[in-house]
T-cell receptor, first 115, second 115 residues
Framework: GAVVSQHPSRVICKSGTSVKIECRSL??????MFWYRQFPKKSLMLMAT?????????EQGVEKDKFLINHASLTLSTLTVTSAHPEDSSFYIC???????????FGPGTRLTVL | SQELEQSPQSLIVQEGKNLTINCTSS?????LYWYKQKYGEGLIFLMM?????EEKSHEKITAKLDEKKQQSSLHITASQPSHAGIYLC???????????????FGKGTLLTVNP
C-alpha cells in the first residue's frame, strides 16, 4: 500500500507555543489529506479535510484559527497547533488519498504533549 | 450523521482460536473499511468492501459486508499474537469539499491474543 509519513512522531512543548506537524505522502500524489485526533481509548475524530491548493474544510467544533492547515503541494500537508494548551495534548493522525482510489492511507501519528 | 457501532469493545482469545468482530452502521454504507492500529501508532489498511454480500480475504483475515450494506464482520482464523491490536471499521460518506470521501470510525475493538 501507499506510504504516508508524519513528522515529528512525538513532541513536547510548553503551553502557549505553536507546534507544526507534517504529513507527507511518499509514493503518490495526495489530492486530499485528512487530519484526525485521537484521545486515549477513543476512536479517531476527523478534524479537517484539506485539498491541495485550497482552504481546508473544518468539522463542526474545530477552531480553524487554532488548528491551521496548509496543503501547499500534492505530497505535503501541515497542521499547526497555535498557542497550544494542555487540553490540546492528543494523538494526531493524518491520512492521504488521491487519484482514483477512495482508500485512505494513514500516517504513523504524532503524539503531542503540552506542559 | 452516520454512526458505527463495533462489538465487542474488547476481546481476549487464546492463540489458535477463531474470532469475529462486528461493525453495524446506522445508515446504508457507501464503503466500509477495516483498519488495524497498534496502540500509539497509525492505522494499517486491511480491506475495503463496497458491494452488498461482498467478501474479501487476506491471509487469515476475512471481511464480509451484508446484502443490505449495513453490517460488516471481520473474522480471524487461527489467531496469532501478531493479530493483537485495535481493529477499527470506518465508513465513508461524500465529502463536499473534495474528491475523497471522509471516514467516520467506530470506537474500535481491542484484541488481545494470548500465546
Amino acid at each position: 500500500g501507499a506510504v504516508v509519513s508524519q513528522h515529528p512522531s512525538r513532541v513536547i512543548c510548553k503551553s502557549g507555543t505553536s507546534v507544526k506537524i507534517e504529513c507527507r505522502s511518499l509514493d503518490f500524489q495526495a489530492t486530499t489529506m485528512f487530519w484526525y485526533r485521537q484521545f486515549p481509548k477513543k476512536s479517531l475524530m476527523l478534524m479537517a479535510t484539506s485539498n491541495e491548493g485550497s482552504k481546508a474544510t473544518y468539522e463542526q467544533g474545530v477552531e480553524k484559527d487554532k488548528f491551521l492547515i496548509n496543503h501547499a503541494s500534492l505530497t505535503l500537508s501541515t497542521l499547526t497547533v497555535t498557542s497550544a494548551h494542555p487540553e490540546d495534548s492528543s494523538f494526531y493522525i493524518c491520512s492521504a488519498g488521491g487519484g482514483n482510489s477512495v482508500t485512505q492511507y494513514f500516517g504513523p501519528g504524532t503524539r503531542l504533549t503540552v506542559l | 450523521s452516520q454512526e458505527l457501532e463495533q462489538s465487542p469493545q474488547s476481546l481476549i482469545v487464546q492463540e489458535g482460536k477463531n474470532l469475529t468482530i462486528n461493525c453495524t452502521s446506522s445508515k446504508t454504507l457507501y464503503g466500509l473499511y477495516w483498519y488495524k492500529q497498534k496502540y500509539g501508532e497509525g492505522l494499517i489498511f486491511l480491506m475495503m468492501l463496497q458491494k452488498g454480500g461482498e467478501e474479501k480475504s487476506h491471509e487469515k483475515i476475512t471481511a464480509k459486508l451484508d446484502e443490505k450494506k449495513q453490517q460488516s464482520s471481520l473474522h480471524i482464523t487461527a489467531s496469532q499474537p501478531s493479530h493483537a491490536g485495535i481493529y477499527l471499521c470506518g465508513a465513508d460518506s461524500p465529502n463536499s469539499g473534495g474528491s475523497n470521501y471522509k471516514l467516520t470510525f467506530g470506537k474500535g475493538t481491542l484484541l488481545t491474543v494470548n500465546p
